[in-house]
Nanobody, 127 residues
Framework: QVQLVESGGGSVQAGGSLRLSCAAS????????MGWFRQAPGKEREGVAT???????SYADSVKGRFTISQDNAKNTLYLQINSLKDEDTAMYYC?????????????????????WGQGTQVTVSS
């Protein structure tokens, strides 16, 4: 059984930093994409960063240069380093995962593609 558990969210002032973690268990595929998504109240869930099993990353334009996705395979943990936080980064942040038969050219950012989800961790930015 696959389980994804996020942690690290909180309330921070604009300009601050946070590191989100996503501990994965039962996800033992060799070819996969994992990603961080966020959903603000009244808005659709959006993909902010993805990483594949080879370590290739991609980012939404709105977070490039501020967010860094990484993974520690030994710890089965996905991370999202968030710097220079802005008010508009306030959202529930989710990690997601999907296994693939073949490595995609780029991990998809459509949330519907991903079959495994964590429960989310709240990030609130105040100015």
């Amino acid at each position: 059984q696959v389980q994804l558990v996020e942690s690290g969210g909180g309330s921070v002032q604009a300009g601050g930093s946070l590191r989100l973690s996503c501990a994965a268990s039962g996800f033992t595929y060799s070819t996969y994409c994992m990603g961080w998504f966020r959903q603000a109240p009244g808005k659709e869930r959006e993909g902010v960063a993805t990483i594949d099993s080879a370590g290739s990353t991609s980012y939404a334009d709105s977070v490039k240069g501020r967010f860094t996705i990484s993974q520690d395979n030994a710890k089965n943990t996905l991370y999202l380093q968030i710097n220079s936080l802005k008010d508009e980064d306030t959202a529930m942040y989710y990690c997601a995962a999907r296994a693939f038969t073949y490595r995609p050219r780029q991990c998809p950012t459509m949330s519907a593609i991903y079959g495994y989800w964590g429960q989310g961790t709240q990030v609130t930015v105040s100015s």
